[in-house]
């Protein structure tokens, strides 16, 4: 029997008998011959209808039916890939029940977010549609690839956790066997923990955020890239990771997503020898100068001053991407290490990536005694940070780490104006299923 090959394998096998499988992404119905497109997951084939017998079996069969093809490849340069199938037989699999509300072969769907959202399933057999998703494919693979290059070791840590990773505020709450659990905000507290395991430790996981934003650039749910690792000096040799890791994951686009690339229609940023730097108190003082702005007293930047700083660093070093330092302590979680050199201000850094925050980083405090100090500091007791402060009773290196949101990074690489655009089946506000 003839062993089913991919579309984009007929071309080293014309002149044989071939077997295809996949779905009928297009008929078209000309006068003298009819074309059957083909559509598996590597892309499409072209099979050639002469046969009238043949034709009228092609006019009854639905766009988006599931067909096993028998045929012999034959090179023609102006079908895809060169080659086409002749002399095509067919057996259906599975027909479609109703038509889809939208036509699928178009290069952009004529259908709103919502619709689209509604019908993922199926929208996202799209090439266009699908593309985000594999250029976040690609980007986890060069995040793990770039990650274990440096020594890292990835790890899975608990989604359900016993008390809120950060302050308590916006937590899922659920059952947990009678007792009060939650979903975890970030895997911080554990990659922290793992620093005294592994040194260096990364996690690809879901991540829980119960706030109630309806904006373009927020969801319920979202997949974080974490990283963690031990012995820094200071908040910079985290920032040298992340220049490393975000030039392994543009490159492992480029390598092994082209496709994607084009079907998005989007050109790889380039990530820079060394990403500029700019102090958040300097960074005030450029936009109060450029836009009279009273910015004094502020404690974080809103998102049209990372436009601002954006753009700024795009004139001055030509660079898309900019880390901001040197966040004010009150603004960063208690564990954020201070700086010692400026009192009030953190080892704590944003990194700003065509206008938009999509790193929040920092050094960590690592000594038991400064975790308790800044916890009580801030009015909190340290009671309910028992289980975490256990991690820093038995000595930790000095360290530090980041967090990338993935669906963030895909929508500002593919220019998406909302990151729903490019999530796998988003949770926000109003949406759970499908």
């Not at 394998?9 to 009819?34: D, I, N, T």
């Not at 250029?135 to 016993?162: I, M, N, Q, S, Y």
């Not at 490159?251 to 690339?261: D, I, L, N, R």
């Amino acid at each position: 029997m003839v062993q089913r090959i991919l579309s984009t394998e007929l071309a080293g096998h014309a002149g044989e008998q071939v077997r295809l499988a996949g779905w009928v992404h297009r008929r078209r119905l000309l006068k003298s011959v009819a074309f059957l497109i083909l559509r598996d997951r590597a892309g499409l084939a072209q099979l050639v209808v002469s046969d009238p017998a043949a034709r009228q079996l092609l006019e009854q069969l639905p766009e988006e039916t599931v067909v096993e093809v028998v045929g012999r490849a034959v090179a023609n340069p102006v079908a895809p890939g060169g080659v086409e199938v002749v002399e095509p037989t067919w057996a259906p699999l599975s027909e479609p029940a109703e038509p889809l509300p939208f036509e699928l072969y178009r290069p952009e769907l004529r259908a709103s977010l919502p619709t689209m959202l509604d019908a993922a399933p199926f929208a996202l057999r799209n090439a266009r549609q699908r593309a985000p998703l594999e250029l976040a494919a690609a980007g986890v693979r060069g995040f793990r690839d770039t990650l274990d290059g440096l020594g890292f070791t990835e790890v899975h840590t608990p989604k359900l956790v016993g008390y809120a990773t950060e302050s308590g505020a916006n937590v899922f709450g659920v059952d947990y066997f009678g007792r009060r659990a939650y979903l975890a905000q970030s895997p911080q507290f554990y990659k922290q923990a793992m620093v005294g395991v592994f040194e260096r430790v990364y996690e690809v996981g879901p991540v829980f955020r119960a706030e109630p934003h309806d904006t373009a650039r927020h969801l319920a749910e979202y997949t974080s890239l974490d990283a963690e690792l031990g012995f820094v000096r200071d908040h910079r040799d985290v920032i040298r990771v992340i220049r490393e890791v975000f030039a392994g994951m543009v490159a492992t686009m480029s390598e092994s997503a082209g496709a994607a690339v084009a079907a998005a229609g989007i050109t790889l940023p380039e990530v820079p020898a060394e990403l500029p730097t700019v102090h958040f108190a300097e960074a005030l003082e450029l936009i109060g100068a450029a836009t009279g702005e009273d910015l004094s007293g502020e404690q974080d930047l809103a998102p049209a001053h990372e436009r601002w700083l954006s753009a700024w660093a795009e004139r001055e070093y030509g660079s898309e991407w900019l880390i901001v330092e040197g966040y004010p302590t009150a603004k960063r979680a208690f564990y954020t290490h201070p700086d010692p050199a400026r009192p009030g201000y953190s080892r704590g850094f944003d990194l700003l990536f065509r206008g938009l925050e999509l790193i929040s980083g920092a050094q960590r405090l690592h000594r038991y005694s400064d975790y308790v100090a800044a916890i009580t500091a801030r009015g909190e007791s340290v009671e309910p940070y028992a289980s975490y402060l256990e991690f820093f009773r038995h000595g930790m290196p000095p360290h530090g780490g980041f967090a990338i949101g993935l669906e963030r990074f895909v929508a500002r690489l593919t220019g998406a104006a909302n990151v729903r655009e490019v999530t796998l089946f988003p949770r926000d506000l109003h949406r759970l299923t499908p």
